[in-house]
């Protein structure tokens, strides 16, 4: 009797502790598996690859997705409150000509067309959030309406043609180098740090997630969920407009074309990266490694000389793969 007991009560423990090892490995992969994606898409292409790893290449994916990632940020904190932005592509159009126009050789110091694009992507960030604030109107309404207007404001500004013509200065944002790293670089790491700190270590951040977890009960907490949405809006506005100064400084050209499609990425980015489309849910690090996924992607499949309409194939592929499994783990809770 005692040896059958024995047998069952270490039976029992071999299940705890088989359990308790499941549970710590669902915990980890729920945790970090973007981070594990990441790093397996890396290893797998630096050996299908030997240029993958080179700085030189490493240096370009970064620099390749530093508009969308600084993008992405703006996006993901939106998507944490529960809401959407489709107008971040337009207004990169819109920023695009306005700052080309001030950002002449001879004319305006450096300054003037950065503070003029910074202006126009926060005020219309601000016109988004306070109509989904203010007018209760759904912000995919909101910010499609913008989307529209935008890119029209862009066209009728710029009579639908390229403004070129920069200054050296205002060329160096988007091209030059500081300490051998590219300025877009540069930028971006500021913007991570600055956004990851609003958003895990203010209190701006903790009403943001508070918002998207349940927004009834943050009005009864106190929070003033208006007043955060039209500063979300305006500060997602503003790294579009940040965004697309440093895509307007690199190509040397004000597009009113330009941002088209950029939404869908930096959606997509938060998406891969971990941000939940149900609210609540989200980081600034998870986001970056979801735009790494896709620049690191589309860079592979010219490393290995892949069809480029594979790209798009994969990539909503991904997308798809990740609400699912943001959709299971709702589920499991």
Known sequence: ????????????????????????????????????????????LSMLSPSFLKIRNLTIVVRQISIIAIVAMGVTMVIITGGIDLASGSVIALVSVMTAKFAHPNTYPVFVPVLVGLAIGSFTG????????????????ATLGMMTAARGAALLISDGKPIGDFSKEFEYIGG?????????ILILI???????????????????????????????????????????????GLL???????????????????????????IASAVIGGTSLNGGIGTI????????????????????????????????????????????????K
């Open 1 to 44: 009797m005692d040896v059958n007991k024995s047998v069952q009560e270490n039976k029992a423990l071999g299940a705890q502790a088989q359990k308790k090892y499941k549970d710590l490995a669902m915990n980890i992969i729920r945790k970090y598996g973007i981070f594990l994606i990441f790093i397996a898409m890396c290893i797998v």
């Open 126 to 141: 601000m016109i988004s959030g306070t109509i989904v604030a203010k007018g209760k109107i759904p912000p995919f309404i």
């Open 176 to 184: 030059g180098h500081f300490l051998n790293v590219p300025v877009p």
């Open 190 to 236: 500021g913007v991570i740090i600055l956004t990851h700190i609003l958003l895990s270590s203010t209190k701006f951040g903790k009403y943001i997630y508070a918002i998207g977890g349940n927004e009834n009960a943050a009005v009864v907490s106190g929070v003033n969920v208006d007043k955060v949405k039209i500063m979300l809006f305006t500060y997602a």
């Open 240 to 266: 579009s407009a940040l965004a697309s100064i440093i895509m307007t400084s690199r190509i040397s050209s004000g597009q009113p074309g330009a941002g088209q499609g950029f939404e869908l990425d930096a």
């Open 285 to 332: 690090p998870g986001t970056i490694v979801g735009a790494l996924i896709i620049g690191v992607l589309n860079n592979g499949f010219d490393l290995l000389g892949i069809n480029p309409y594979w790209q798009p194939i994969v990539k909503g592929a991904i997308i798809v793969g990740a609400v699912l499994l943001d959709e299971r783990k709702n589920r499991s």
